[in-house]
């Protein structure tokens, strides 16, 4: 299994363009998360699914959009990046069922808006 | 912000040592996990204690949650060069099956062989 994959790795944007990451998992696992990493901010949740054809937002979701239209995919889209949106992005997901299930994390985007 | 805090920041200990890193939150919570990121990567799971437990062990890892004074602490005994990472705790406070998680700010751990 390859567990929690995330496609770019690095991307480099200009302000005012847009683009999607892509988050797959073959966990068959229900809830899916997106966060972003700062330095010295830790994790902090962007919008996540619990379940396919569901998303809801989490505490940082200004200027993204995500969507999860298959079970194993969850998009993360920035529509018009800002440099303020300069992060690591990191995918996770996990089981559906009680709350005493870990996450799993893929190896996240480091990206860059000048 | 509900991010939970820890501290230290950093921490910078000779092999075979123990660390010993700690978390504050500021909710009531279902439960409190560890993770630990190795530079470059993601996070990985270390352990999970509900909140009706009071101390939870894995290896040389040994957790313990004060629910009174919303605290947990991480000790790794005889610490290793590879334990070398950053160490989060992360909270679930969510109700109705949401399954969020409030992540703390984090302890960087460095092991000097």
């Known amino acids: 299994n390859a567990g929690v994959t995330q496609t770019p790795k690095f991307r480099v944007l200009k302000t005012g363009q847009s683009m999607t990451l892509l988050c797959a998992q073959d966990m068959n696992h229900e809830y899916m998360y997106w966060y972003r990493q700062d330095p010295g901010m830790g994790l902090r949740l962007i919008h996540y699914s619990v379940g396919e054809g569901t998303t809801a937002k989490g505490e940082v979701p200004d200027g993204y959009n995500v969507s999860r239209l298959k079970k194993q995919n969850f998009l993360l889209g920035l529509e018009s990046a800002a440099p303020s949106q300069t992060s690591v992005y990191f995918c996770?997901?996990?089981?559906?069922?009680?709350?005493?299930?870990?996450?799993?994390f893929g190896p996240g985007t480091r990206l860059t808006v000048l | 912000s509900q991010q939970g805090e820890e501290d230290p920041q950093a921490l910078s200990i000779q092999e075979g040592e123990n660390a010993t890193m700690n978390c504050s939150y500021k909710t009531s919570i279902n439960n409190l996990q560890w993770y630990r990121q190795n530079s470059g990567r993601g996070l990985v799971h270390l352990i999970l204690?509900?909140?009706?437990?009071r101390e939870k062990h894995s290896g040389r890892l040994r957790v313990t949650l004060d629910t009174s004074k919303k605290s947990s602490s991480l000790l790794i005994t005889a610490s290793r060069a590879a334990d070398t990472a950053s160490y989060f705790c992360a909270t679930d406070a969510s109700t109705s099956g949401t399954y969020k998680y409030i992540f703390g700010t984090g302890t960087r751990l460095k092991v000097l062989a």
């Open positions: 996770a997901s996990r089981m559906e069922g009680n709350t005493y299930n870990e996450q799993f």
């Open positions: 204690i509900r909140s009706n437990e």
